[in-house]
């Protein structure tokens, strides 16, 4: 019976990518020993890194456990990608993701959105994150969980620092990715919703409800840390296991 392929995690390609901005150079994703939020995110650089990283990393262990191509999970192909790397990473981390890039094709609803984050881009970074958050808002969770960030607060602050003008329309703070259809839909003339205020729908909870939970780096390290258990587990309990 043939061995199945060892699919990288999120985790060490998030410790290798910050390992290769603190040091300037790639360091082997085994050793990564990066966690989200740690000082790093400090200053303003460390904080940038750790969240294009994070994407990174989420994109790419989707890519890498589906066999797909990076551009479909993250939004952004080789171009945008070398950008990033060079600035924020070495050009040498590209051997931590594991999987091909391909180009990144969206369809119309991510369009819009991304084009939507390009009305209010005005940096290099700015603009790769608004086709970044574009694609990963296609996802089905919260969208800092999509994103592979900690919690809510740095998805807020990530949005404040590269798209100011439009993350302090978000005066009730609402959920990100609602607010995000809000403004499409505002912007084309439609109405979101029927009730006289907020505060009268039905479906505020759907709107301003709570956004916490688990982050997806860390229950991809927790399912890791879960797998390495499993076999000395099993080993244990096999017939003829010393007693």
């Given amino acids: 019976m043939g061995l199945s392929r060892r699919t990288r995690s999120a985790p060490a390609i998030y410790g290798a990518l910050m390992a290769a ?18 000082a790093a995110t400090d200053t303003e650089a460390g904080f940038d890194a750790h969240v294009f990283a994070s994407i990174i990393a989420i994109a790419a262990a989707e890519a890498d456990a589906r066999g797909d191509a990076l551009a479909g999970h993250l939004g952004v ?61 296609m996802e089905a969770d919260h969208l800092w969980q999509d994103l592979g960030l900690g919690n809510r607060g740095e998805l807020s602050r990530l949005l404040g620092r590269h798209f100011p003008v439009l993350a302090a329309g978000n005066v009730k703070n609402m959920k990100w990715k609602k607010y995000f259809y809000r403004r499409l839909c ?21 709107c301003f409800g709570d956004e916490s939970g688990e982050s997806r780096l860390a229950q991809r390290r927790r399912a890791a840390q879960l797998d390495l258990a499993i076999p000395a587990e099993a080993l244990s309990g096999a017939p003829g296991a010393a007693a």
Avoid: K, N, W
Avoid at 22 to 34: L, P, S
Avoid at 99 to 105: C, K, L, N, S, T
């Fill in 77 to 137: 192909g080789c171009a945008d990608l070398e950008r990033l790397f060079a600035r924020y990473f070495s050009p040498h981390a590209f051997l931590s993701l594991g999987v091909p890039i391909g180009e990144a094709q969206a369809g119309e609803e991510e369009e819009m959105l991304s084009a939507l984050l390009l009305d209010y881009a005005r940096t290099m970074e700015a603009r790769i994150l608004a086709h970044m958050v574009a694609r990963r808002a």
């Fill in 21 to 38: 901005h603190e040091a300037g150079t790639v360091q082997d994703a085994g050793m990564g020993r990066h966690r989200p939020g740690s």
């Fill in 186 to 206: 505002e912007a084309e003339g439609f109405v979101l919703c029927s009730a006289p205020s907020c505060r009268d729908c039905s479906d505020f909870e759907a």
